[in-house]
């Protein structure tokens, strides 16, 4: 089966000029939050699959569930659907 676009945009995003030391500090400060994450669920996780196989994709997601950092996808989005409390700005959910 191929491929099918769900979504374009019509409209140019708007070009956002910015420093380069700016956009080092921002893309270093990601990275090193994905590192970390790596690492703490590496040394907390009870499970082998985990320890051993590395296998776990933590990520840091926007309130509508759209990845931010991290890599592949995540059930968040599903989650927050039928999610019937609210979230606040600072809220975390683990998953």
Do not use: C, W, Y
């Not at 921002?26 to 703490?40: G, K, P, V």
């Not at 907390?44 to 990845?67: C, N, V, W, Y």
């Amino acid at each position: 089966m191929p491929a099918t676009i769900v979504q374009t945009n019509q409209t140019p995003f708007n070009r956002v000029e910015i420093d380069p030391v700016t956009l080092e500090v921002i893309e270093n400060a990601l990275r090193n939050a994905r590192i970390e994450m790596d690492a703490t669920l590496v040394r907390t996780a009870m499970s082998p699959g985990i320890r051993e196989q590395g296998d776990a994709f933590p990520l840091i997601a926007d309130h509508t569930g759209k990845m931010i950092v991290g890599q592949f996808g995540s059930f968040i989005g599903g989650f927050l659907k039928s999610f019937d409390g609210t979230l606040e700005e600072g809220d975390m959910i683990f998953l």
